[in-house]
């Protein structure tokens, strides 16, 4: 079992045993993420839609192959056309009538269908391989909306402990002035502005707080965990350099994102359905062979036809009021619409790409900006204290130089959380695999191999794996 999961099932397991409003759930990125995967909506749906998709193909494999065809009738005929008998039952003026059975068995099999059935194949064949590549797609943004969560609750955190740590400033220095006024050093305005501004901070808190419950509550909701259970998360907010160029990152997408990947099949499937469309105007041939069984009784031991057959049968519609070519333009369409859906969705990715990492770099460069930001205004906080204890400056500078410290302090952490964010951002992207390696996988699928067997060989054994998936160059 994987580690994660173990880990995890363990810790459920506790919650069972204790009142969930008194325990806690442990959880890392990882494990949180390993919880979503296994509990959301998205991705079952998806691979619902994944088995639609493989019955689909089976049933058209299956058209291809012989088919076994039994109809009964039981029938009860009268008229003039009768045995001797019928003057008699005339004279009693009654209708003579005879009851007769049929059986018809046919075994058949088509030959030749002018494409249709290799057409009707390959659509359903590139419909699953997009299939395939749609619960991949469900499994990243998943990740993706975790990651999301997970670091808003410790930005959240963070804030809360920026917010604490102002309180408890404005405590200590609504202490001193206190202690100035009783001195008769300070005026009784001093007192009443330190008030104010430690009452406003408080409140910043009670927010900060009530964000941070919130921000618990969604990521429970993603990881299919009750709104309420307490989660102990140990993480915090760090930045980790992300040492890619743009242009690695906008070729590494285009290969991996499975979404893109899944629309080029959807363009293949379109030009195999035009090709189904098509054979509506060839013929087609079909072998077969037939007995039917006719007699007076429902068993097949009275046999007055005693006939059957055994052939070909062809069938070509010459004329049918321009429907197939109707079909082939239909086709055709849809064609062109998948193959604009391709290109929109090159187009977009690009995009996102690009958006992602200059987000990405600009919250790298205002991390470095508001640490120094950070450690400039304790210093200024702390000059400001202690020139109005020395009766050189006013309570309004160490106010002042507060409310600076605790927003440098505030940017600091936004920025780590941005930094974190468009990371992930980066990540779903490009296409960062969570379950499959997709160009493994569409490299198995065209030497031949079954989806299944696709699947299979672009398996992603270990997290750390597919983690680690885009640093190698």
């Not at 003057?87 to 005879?98: C, Q, W």
Request: hydrophobic share 35%; net charge negative.
């Amino acid at each position: 079992m994987n580690k994660h999961l173990l880990s995890i099932s363990i810790a459920l397991f506790g919650l069972i045993l204790n009142n969930t409003s008194c325990s806690a759930l442990s959880l890392d990125l990882e494990q949180s993420i390993q919880l979503a995967l296994q509990n959301n909506r998205t991705i079952e749906q998806a691979i619902e839609d994944r088995s639609t998709a493989k019955w689909g193909l089976s049933e058209a494999r299956r058209n291809a192959g012989p088919t076994f065809t039994w109809s009964v009738s039981g029938l009860r005929i009268g008229g003039r056309s009768y045995d001797n008998s019928r003057i008699a039952h005339y004279e009693r003026g009654t209708t003579p009538y005879k009851s007769e059975f049929s059986h018809s068995f046919e075994v058949s099999m088509p030959l030749y269908t002018g494409g249709n059935l290799e057409g009707s194949i390959d659509s359903a064949r590139y419909g699953l391989n997009a299939s395939d590549l749609m619960v991949e797609n469900s499994r990243q943004q998943i990740r993706y909306q975790t990651t999301e969560a997970y670091y808003t609750v410790l930005q959240c955190r963070s804030l809360i402990n920026v917010r604490q740590e102002a309180v408890n400033t404005l405590q200590e220095h609504l202490n001193r002035v206190n202690i100035q006024y009783e001195e008769g050093v300070t005026a009784k305005s001093d007192v009443l502005a330190s008030k104010v501004q430690l009452a406003n901070e408080q409140q910043s808190l009670v927010t900060a707080e009530s964000n941070y419950n919130k921000s618990i509550a969604a990521l429970n909701n993603i990881i299919g965990m009750p709104t309420n259970t307490h989660l102990e998360i140990h993480d915090d907010l760090l930045y980790k350099k992300y040492d890619l160029s743009l242009e690695y990152c906008m070729n590494y997408a285009l290969e991996n994102r499975p979404d893109y990947i899944a629309a080029r099949y959807s363009v293949m499937q379109a030009e195999s359905e035009v090709k189904t469309a098509k054979s509506g105007s060839k013929p087609k041939v079909s072998a077969s062979v037939e007995k039917d069984i006719t007699g007076e009784g429902a068993t097949f031991r009275q046999d007055h036809s005693g006939t059957w057959s055994a052939g070909l049968k062809a069938q070509w519609d010459i004329f049918d009021n321009g429907i197939t070519s109707a079909k082939v333009k239909e086709a055709e369409a849809s064609l062109r619409k998948a193959q604009s859906v391709e290109n929109q969705a090159k187009e977009n990715i690009l995009l996102e790409v690009n958006n992602a990492y200059l987000d990405l770099k600009a919250a790298e460069t205002n991390i470095k900006t508001t640490s120094a930001a950070v450690e400039i205004a304790e210093e200024d906080y702390m000059i400001a204290q202690m020139r109005y204890t020395e009766g050189i400056d006013t309570n309004l500078t160490v106010m002042d130089a507060q409310e600076k410290l605790t927003e440098a302090r505030t940017n600091y952490y936004n920025a780590l959380y941005t930094y974190n964010i468009s990371k992930a951002q980066l990540d779903k992207a490009m296409g960062v695999p969570v379950n499959i390696d997709v160009p493994s996988y569409v490299k198995a699928e065209q030497e031949g191999k079954t989806s299944e067997k696709a699947l299979e060989i672009s398996k992603l054994q270990d997290e750390n794996d597919y983690a680690n998936k885009p640093f190698e160059k």
